[in-house]
């Protein structure tokens, strides 16, 4: 329901967990979404960024210079600070011409990875499903989007079911990357807000560390495709 679960987006406050997932794409489409967990478990979708004919670091590259915009970007240690963040599995395929797999690509750009939870896609389809249904006049629903977020928005608008099995979304549909990296921050939210790593950033240091170069503060919510 777009008028329940598609939001304006707001300050997210600096203690909530924060990681990224993402579904890799080349041919087709890959998307990487940001999500914030509250203090409840409710997941937030704050920003996303689709790409598509972009090679592994390049992508590595776009996902270093917004998550600097952002302040998630530790400068001294030339790395992200989400260290919890998930992706599909394919990425640590090795390839054929070069032996190196696209999370170590990654991760010699300062983007870290842990596999994604794929073991039941029907597992983390009623994730999502008990997400957008757990709300009511007195709580905010566990799964809501911010209204830039326009492709994972869309989405939920327009995927059907798949026409196998109607517990799970069409497994042919372009839109399905969308959903999986929903569904795959699900299964990590699952875990519990304890378990989500996330390194202090710039603005979280006392006003009297100053042992080093500050780092640029997030404005705003970034930028990308």
């Not at 004919?53 to 001294?76: N, T, Y």
């Not at 809501?144 to 994972?152: L, P, S, V």
């Not at 497994?171 to 378990?195: I, N, Q």
Request: overall charge negative; proline content about 6%; aromatic content about 12%.
């Amino acid at each position: 329901n777009p008028g329940v679960h598609v939001i304006a987006p707001f300050k997210i406050p600096r203690d909530w967990p924060k990681f990224r997932i993402m579904d890799w794409g080349y041919k087709t489409h890959g998307t990487c979404i940001w999500v914030a967990l509250d203090p409840d478990e409710n997941m937030y979708v704050f920003y996303e960024f689709n790409f598509r004919l972009m090679k592994d670091k390049d992508c590595a590259l776009r996902i270093a210079e917004i998550e600097q915009q952002f302040g998630f970007w530790d400068k001294r240690e030339h790395r992200s600070r989400l260290m919890s963040s998930v992706a599909d599995t394919q990425l640590w395929e090795e390839r054929g011409d070069s032996g190196v797999s696209k999370a170590q690509v990654f991760a010699d750009h300062g983007i870290y990875w842990e596999p994604a939870d794929k073991a039941s896609i029907q597992r983390n389809a009623e994730r999502v499903s008990e997400r957008l249904r757990d709300y009511d006049d007195k709580r905010p629903p566990a799964l809501m989007i911010f209204d830039n977020c326009k492709k994972t928005a869309d989405m939920f608008s327009s995927i059907k079911v798949d026409e196998g099995d109607s517990l799970i979304p069409d497994k042919k549909s372009p839109l399905k990357h969308w959903f999986d990296v929903v569904a795959y921050g699900a299964a990590r939210a699952s875990r519990g807000r304890g378990s989500i790593v996330m390194e202090l950033h710039e603005f979280d240091r006392p006003d009297n560390d100053n042992d080093g170069e500050p780092l640029p503060k997030a404005s705003g919510f970034g930028y990308g495709s």
